[in-house]
């Protein structure tokens, strides 16, 4: 830049003619143009005094041109050092090397204490020589400027801040979609956590029972008061109210944690802890943990960070829910394959049949033992019905029955199905049917068949048999008597007639026999023991028999009692007989050196008689047999023992007969049987 002596530049000019350094030149109007214009300019000496300032400058500095002109740069730029120094060095180097500035940036606080900002080109003043002898300074306030740039930089910094929280939140989100364990996942929210809030220290722990137990941890020292004792019962710890309240704990200082938990106060300062937060993880409506994060320097959560945070500790309470709900459902799920294979042996190694049939009645599945049944493989069963399985079976009266158990849910145990198979044998087996059901909704019938063919026909044979032999050896035995009895009715010898009396001893005997065999038949086939009542008295029959007893027992003693009127219609000879078996039972089981108690009770309705012995207590495993054919109980030390094993099954088929029952009890000392027959109407 050429020096002008007149116009715009006429002062600095004329402080230069001063020190007789140029000669005035011609004036410029351009030049007077630009001083004149809006663009604030400056003129400083070689001395680095501000020579002069045009208006623009001054309005720009807030200061008259006359108190700006004739200073130096330090002194305009007081209080302003820093920017004084470099402002000083860089005019320096234009001086001294005549290259100029084009593109200065700077900042300044103003009479106001506001922070201004400034751009200014620096050009060098030259002599005609060319000698530099000052600098020539435009300068533009960029202080607006400057505010857009850095409000869009904040904006730039903040949105880019904001994209890498979300980018964290679906990268978090996708690495919990992929976690299974519990633990997996506590280990991807700790590292996600501490990676995104630059926590020192994260842990979480889940509700068990009473209090919060730790499922995963980093930074924390074991133990730390600032997690220490967080259960629901604890009032006062940032976990615990986490986990009751509805939202996050954040404590930013030591100040905050102090006001707030003056307990813990103390313990985290010296644990190095200065802020931190506890963040509830809740699902399905409730609170089942906490997510608790620390930091060793004071940390403000703003509103981004504080969503962002609660947005993890909801996703991480969602994946811990599923991960409990996918335990459970493994759990279930072996539960049942273990159930399933239960069943499933069951089914193959059971001795019964067992099958069940869909709501229309076609198999769904049958086991083994039904296949040997009908002759037809296991998997030939399916969607096929029992009829078309086995064409012979009584589908007219088996059908009703299982439709009767789908539609009521009432079991039919033990029916009896009988049906020709191949070759012309009828089989006979016992069915129980059982509605099968999920929730209310019936699935089925499932059926257990057991074939009793062979018992059948061994019980059927065993009466055949007994009925013949009760019926054909009385035709002998009635010839034997009637000899016996015209033999003793003659002149015998006493040898002769000893062995008469003992023929007649044992054709009775033989016929007592008999006449139980025939009873066993009839009772057992189904037919009962037949009756003739009669008017009589049960206490005159306790007398009769106990009598008998003692008699025919010599060294025993049977006593006899009773009260009330023990009249009735009864069959007398049968009640003497079941009586008599009682009687001769407890002879033979019960202690010989203790008596026999007979006794009678009598109400409106029935006679009760009590048969007592006493000695040791019935094996509670022979008990629910007592009353089983041909069975005998144990008899005491010393005792005869004999029979058929038939005198309790035909007492209780007397008693069935006459509408009554027997009952015994046994203990330590003492058995006692109870038999009770209502009173009857005598037969007409």
Not at 165 to 176: G, M, N, V, Y
Not at 282 to 308: K, V
Not at 508 to 514: F, G
């Amino acid at each position: 830049m050429n020096l002008e002596a007149d116009g715009w530049s006429g002062a600095f000019a004329r402080s230069l003619d001063r020190a007789g350094d140029v000669e005035p030149q011609p004036p410029s109007a351009l030049l007077d143009g630009l001083w004149l214009g809006p663009a604030a300019m400056a003129f400083v000496d070689r001395a680095l005094r501000v020579v002069a300032v045009n208006e623009a400058f001054a309005r720009m500095a807030a200061r008259p041109a006359e108190s700006i002109a004739g200073r130096t740069v330090r002194e305009l730029l007081a209080g302003e050092d820093a920017l004084a120094f470099a402002l000083e060095d860089r005019l320096h180097a234009i001086l001294d090397s005549g290259e100029p500035a084009l593109d200065l940036s700077a900042s300044s606080r103003g009479p106001d204490g506001v922070m201004r900002w400034w751009r200014a080109r620096l050009y060098p003043v030259l002599t005609p020589r060319g000698e530099v002898r000052g600098v020539c300074a435009a300068v533009d306030e960029t202080t607006s400027t400057y505010d857009r740039e850095l409000a869009l930089e904040r904006e730039r910094a903040s949105a880019e801040r904001t994209a890498r929280r979300l980018a964290l939140l679906q990268e978090t989100t996708a690495a919990l979609a992929a976690a299974v364990e519990p633990a997996e996942i506590g280990r991807v929210v700790i590292e996600r956590v501490r990676a995104f809030a630059g926590a020192d220290a994260v842990s979480i722990r889940v509700l068990e029972g009473d209090g919060l137990a730790p499922l995963a941890s980093a930074g924390f020292p074991a133990p730390s008061a600032w997690i220490a004792g967080d259960t629901p019962a604890c009032a006062r710890t940032p976990s615990g109210d986490a986990v009751r309240g509805e939202t996050g704990i954040w404590l930013e200082s030591n100040e905050e944690v102090a006001a707030r938990y003056p307990q813990l106060a103390a313990e985290t300062r010296a644990e190095g802890w200065r802020s931190g937060a506890a963040l509830p993880l809740r699902a399905r409506g409730g609170a089942i943990g906490c997510l608790s994060l620390c930091f060793r320097t004071p940390h403000a959560f703003d509103l981004e960070e504080r969503a962002l945070l609660l947005s993890v500790a909801e996703q991480c309470a969602l994946a811990l829910d599923r991960a409990r709900v996918l335990a459970r459902e493994r759990a279930a799920r072996k539960g049942a394959d273990h159930d399933r294979a239960v069943l499933d042996a069951v089914l193959s190694n059971a001795p019964v049949g067992i099958f069940l049939l869909d709501p229309e009645l076609r198999f769904l599945r049958v086991n083994p033992a039904v296949a040997a049944f009908d002759g037809v493989p296991v998997e030939a069963h399916a969607g096929r019905t029992p009829q078309d399985v086995l064409p012979s079976l009584p589908w007219g009266e088996v059908e009703p029955l299982l439709r009767d158990v789908l539609e009521t849910g009432q079991p039919r145990l033990d029916v009896t199905i009988e049906a020709p198979f191949p070759g012309g044998r009828v089989r006979s087996f016992l069915a129980s049917g059982y509605r099968v059901q999920t929730g209310d909704a019936p699935i089925g019938v499932g059926v257990i068949l057991r074939e009793v063919t062979a018992e059948r026909e061994a019980d059927q044979f065993q009466r055949n048999v007994l009925g013949i032999v009760g019926h054909d050896l009385r035709t002998p035995l009635t010839t034997v008597t009637a000899s016996t009895f015209l033999l003793q009715r003659g002149a015998l010898g006493r040898n002769e007639a000893r062995l008469v009396a003992r023929i007649a001893a044992a054709s009775a005997r033989i016929q007592q026999v008999i006449g139980i065999l025939v009873d066993y038949a009839r009772a057992s086939g189904g037919h009962g023991v037949p009756l003739s009542r009669r008017p009589c008295d049960l206490g005159v029959i306790c007398r009769e028999v106990t009598d008998e007893a003692e008699g025919a027992r010599p060294g025993r003693s049977v006593r006899c009692c009773g009260e009330g009127d023990a009249s009735g219609a009864w069959d007398p000879d049968r009640v003497r007989q079941a009586l008599a078996n009682l009687v001769s039972n407890a002879l033979e089981h019960g202690a010989p050196d203790a008596p026999v108690h007979v006794s009678w009770r009598a109400d409106a309705e029935r006679v009760a008689i009590d048969v007592t012995n006493a000695g040791a207590a019935i094996p509670p495993d022979l008990l629910p047999r007592i009353f089983d054919a041909f069975r005998s109980g144990r008899s005491e030390p010393g005792a005869r023992r004999g029979g058929l094993g038939l005198g309790l099954f035909i007492a209780r088929a007397i008693a069935v007969a006459h509408g009554g029952a027997i009952e015994v009890r046994s203990r330590d000392g003492e058995t006692t049987f109870t038999l009770r027959l209502p009173r009857g109407v005598p037969a007409t």
